[in-house]
Nanobody, 116 residues
């Protein structure tokens, strides 16, 4: 059974930092591309950051220079370090694991709220 369990969300003031974690089980973690998505109220879910199985990362323009995605294959965990948070970063953050076509898994999400 595949499980992705996010943690680390919460309420923070603008300019603050949070570190999200996503612990995976039931998959061969090292071969999966991992991603963090977020969904703000009334908006579609968007990709925030992704990291390939080989460690290559990419980011949506709005978080470049502020967020860092990383992975620890030994711990089967992917992280999202979020610095200089803005109110527009508010949303539910979801962890995603994907390899190939149709092999796609999601966590339950963790709420991030940034107050101004």
């Amino acid at each position: 059974q595949v499980q992705l369990v996010e943690s680390g969300g919460g309420l923070v003031q603008a300019g603050g930092s949070l570190r999200l974690s996503c612990a995976a089980s039931g998959i061969m973690f090292s071969i999966y591309g991992m991603g963090w998505y977020r969904q703000a109220p009334g908006k579609q879910r968007e990709l925030v950051a992704a990291i390939s199985s080989g460690g290559t990362s990419n980011y949506v323009d709005t978080v470049k220079g502020r967020f860092t995605i990383s992975r620890d294959n030994a711990k089967k965990t992917v992280y999202l370090q979020m610095n200089a948070l803005k109110p527009e970063d508010t949303g539910v953050y979801y962890c995603n694991a994907r390899v190939g076509l149709g092999n796609d898994h999601w966590g339950q999400g963790t709420q991030v709220t940034v107050s101004s």
